[in-house]
Every structure is written in structure tokens, then in C-alpha cells.
T-cell receptor, first 113, second 111 residues
Framework: GEEVAQTPKHLVRGEGQKAKLYCAPIKGHSYVFWYQQVLKNEFKFLISFQNENVFDETGMPKERFSAKCLPNSPCSLEIQATKLEDSAVYFC???????????FGPGTRLTVT | EDQVTQSPEALRLQEGESSSLNCSYTVSGLRGLFWYRQDPGKGPEFLFTLYSAGEEKEKERLKATLTKKESFLHITAPKPEDSATYLCAVQLNQAGTALIFGKGTTLSVSS
């Protein structure tokens, strides 16, 4: 389809629990990006993939965050042992060639209590 | 350090009152500058991409321009439905690099 799909829309976890977010990029797009939006407008880059390969993971807090993009499956972002500061909206975006426009999904709001 | 700064943070306009939003950037090598619109509870919606100084793009009441140091988003005769947060982002000169976002300008247009 022509839209990036993200599930779930909203996720609530107690501190220390695991959270897993999913993203289905637009078919035919080779690049997938994950961003974290905190404090209403601040976007922080987490990780990007070129097909199933990690392209850039410089923004990932590696101790607790991991991500995958496997063939014929939605991409996933997993947070082990969530912390209060992980509360944010997580956006996935895809891009056809890695250059130019990135198409954003509707986001997953993670609330850690 | 690569940086994107947007001003003002918030802007209140009356319907029909034209204005401009500013995005200044300091980057090592610019591939492209992007404008997105974000409504509450939604993902960023693409508006424009600008690649070189002097370039201009238009869509309905919006016009984006680019110089070597900044971009402007001009809003002509805005309507209440133009109320949203407008985000500016840059992509550096390497394929596949992530967008670097500014903090956005929240526009409110009242009738």
C-alpha cells in the first residue's frame, strides 16, 4: 500500500516491562527509519535499515533497545526493561531510495508507568 | 555539529493574515531540506523538498524558499485548517541518512 502502517497505536507498560512496536513500510521502499518524538516536537533518530540490514544505529540506546527488519515481516523495535523516560511517540518512516522524501506512519504512543 | 533551528516556536494569526516561518540550518553538507506538517496525534505529512539555494516550491497557500543558510515557509491568507505544527528537517549529503529535525513552529489560525 501507499501508507506506512504502525501497530499498536498506543502501548502502556509498567516500568521494567518489555515493549515491542511494529512497522510495515510502503511496499517497494528499501529504507526504514525509526524516530522517537519526545516533549511534543523533538524528534530523535534511533536506527535505520536498508532492506534487512542495519544502515545506521548511531541513535540507539544499545543496552535496552533493539530492532529488526526481516524479509516478509513487519519491522520491529523492541525495548527491554522500559524506563519512564522511554515514554514518547515512536514513528517509523520509509523511503524508496534513502534519498528524498520519507513517508511517516501514524506513530505508536508508548506510555511507561 | 549539524543543527536545525526554527522560529518562532509558536505563531498566532488571524484568518487572512499572511506570515512566514523560518528554518535556519548549520550542516556539514546539505542533501535536501524538507518541510512537513504535523497535526496533533498524527505522523508528519510531507509538504516540500528543496535541494538548492534559490529554489522555490508552492502548494495552495504555502510557498517554501531556500537560501544557503535558511528556508522560509510563507503562508498567504491562512485559513483555520492551516493550524498545525510545521516541521523543518534536513538530510545530509549521504544516501540513507536520517532527517535532522528542528523543534517546529506551532501555527494557530483563528477566524
Amino acid at each position: 500500500g501507499e501508507e506506512v502502517a504502525q501497530t499498536p497505536k498506543h502501548l502502556v507498560r509498567g516500568e521494567g516491562q518489555k515493549a515491542k512496536l511494529y512497522c510495515a513500510p510502503i511496499k517497494g521502499h528499501s529504507y526504514v527509519f525509526w524516530y522517537q518524538q519526545v516533549l511534543k516536537n523533538e524528534f530523535k533518530f534511533l536506527i535505520s535499515f536498508q532492506n534487512e540490514n542495519v544502515f545506521d544505529e548511531t541513535g540507539m540506546p544499545k543496552e535496552r533497545f533493539s530492532a529488526k527488519c526481516l524479509p516478509n515481516s513487519p519491522c520491529s523495535l523492541e525495548i527491554q526493561a522500559t524506563k519512564l523516560e522511554d515514554s514518547a511517540v515512536y514513528f517509523c518512516a520509509s523511503s524508496q531510495s534513502g534519498q528524498g522524501r520519507q513517508y511517516f506512519g501514524p506513530g505508536t504512543r508508548l506510555t511507561v508507568t | 555539529e549539524d543543527q536545525v533551528t526554527q522560529s518562532p516556536e509558536a505563531l498566532r494569526l488571524q484568518e487572512g493574515e499572511s506570515s512566514s516561518l523560518n528554518c535556519s540550518y548549520t550542516v556539514s553538507g546539505l542533501r535536501g531540506l524538507f518541510w512537513y506538517r504535523q497535526d496533533p496525534g498524527k505522523g508528519p505529512e510531507f509538504l516540500f523538498t528543496l535541494y538548492s539555494a534559490g529554489e522555490e516550491k508552492e502548494k495552495e497557500r504555502l510557498k517554501a524558499t531556500l537560501t544557503k543558510k535558511e528556508s522560509f515557509l510563507h503562508i498567504t491568507a491562512p485559513k483555520p485548517e492551516d493550524s498545525a505544527t510545521y516541521l523543518c528537517a534536513v538530510q545530509l549529503n549521504q544516501a540513507g541518512t536520517a532527517l535532522i529535525f528542528g523543534k517546529g513552529t506551532t501555527l494557530s489560525v483563528s477566524s
